[in-house]
């Protein structure tokens, strides 16, 4: 069974820029589709981005577009989440999850990471 580890997460300014990764260990990575999801306190846990085991398609919900990248590396077996012009309303704790498809709903994500959590201060 894969196992996934979140890091990256910071106190950062509102403008600045971060990256997170999510390292796999355990499973076949290339075989997973992976996503970014975010939750905030007494908040559902919402998606921000996935990508196709392959890396050829990337989803992005409308608050990130444009902002985020989704990437990954399947030789490392890691996914990335590079986060440019941060804001205060991205702060949340960051998880990243494996699945067969990428789909906005948390139900068809089989694995989890513990999260990261990243404060944007105004």
């Known amino acids: 069974q894969v196992q996934l580890v979140e890091s990256g997460g910071a106190l950062v300014q509102a403008g600045d820029s971060l990256r997170l990764s999510c390292a796999a260990s355990g499973g076949t990575f290339s075989s997973y589709a992976m996503g970014w999801f975010r939750q905030s306190p007494r908040k559902d846990r919402d998606f921000v981005a996935g990508?196709?085991?392959?890396?050829?398609?990337?989803y992005y919900t409308d608050s990130v577009k444009g902002r985020f990248t989704i990437s990954r590396d399947n030789a490392k077996n890691t996914v990335y989440l590079q986060m440019n012009s941060l804001k205060p309303e991205d702060t949340a704790v960051y998880f990243c999850?494996?699945?067969?498809?990428?789909?906005?709903?948390?139900?068809?994500?089989?694995?989890w990471g513990q999260g990261t959590q990243v404060t944007v201060s105004s």
């Open positions: 999850a494996a699945g067969r498809y990428v789909v906005v709903g948390t139900d068809q994500w089989h694995t």
């Open positions: 990508i196709s085991w392959s890396g050829g398609s990337t």
